[in-house]
């Protein structure tokens, strides 16, 4: 996924490993976290032994992330010559955003299958 905060434009890739921990890839850092998330839809990120609670609200291309007593807002741009359709996203383009945060827990469909 691609994100801009601060007139900077950023690569993010995010990947869970087996020990359900993650490996998220920004740019050229990488950095290994727990996610544990809260019945109030926080969800308390874990780095190093450190623990941060963390809320991200969503609108329209826009994230919002409140961390450690600051809130930065992460933009998803918009891809040329697209149009804009409820949430920004078209049929095929591969993006899938939902209206709430949640957990991909099984994906049923194989790569090339018309979903």
């Known amino acids: 996924m691609i994100y801009t905060h601060g007139g900077e434009t ?6 869970r490993l087996p020990d359900d921990s993650y490996r998220a ?3 050229e850092q990488v ?3 727990r996610a544990e998330t809260q ?5 308390i990120l874990v780095l190093g032994g450190e623990r941060m609670t963390t809320h991200v609200e969503s609108a329209g291309n826009d994230r919002y992330v409140a961390l450690g007593g ?4 992460l ?3 918009e891809k040329r010559g697209s149009r804009r359709r409820g949430t920004g996203a078209s049929a095929g383009d591969g993006s899938l955003i939902a209206q ?4 991909v827990r099984e994906i049923m469909a194989a790569e090339g299958d018309r979903v």
Do not use: H, K
């Not at 950023?10 to 990947?15: I, K, N, P, R």
């Not at 600051?70 to 807002?73: A, I, L, Q, S, Y």
């Not at 709430?100 to 957990?103: H, L, N, S």
């Open 10 to 15: 950023y690569t993010v890739e995010l990947e």
């Open 25 to 27: 890839v920004i740019g």
């Open 31 to 33: 950095i290994t976290f």
């Open 39 to 43: 019945p109030n839809g926080s969800v």
């Open 70 to 73: 600051d809130v930065f807002t």
């Open 75 to 77: 933009s998803i741009p």
């Open 100 to 103: 709430m945060p949640g957990q």
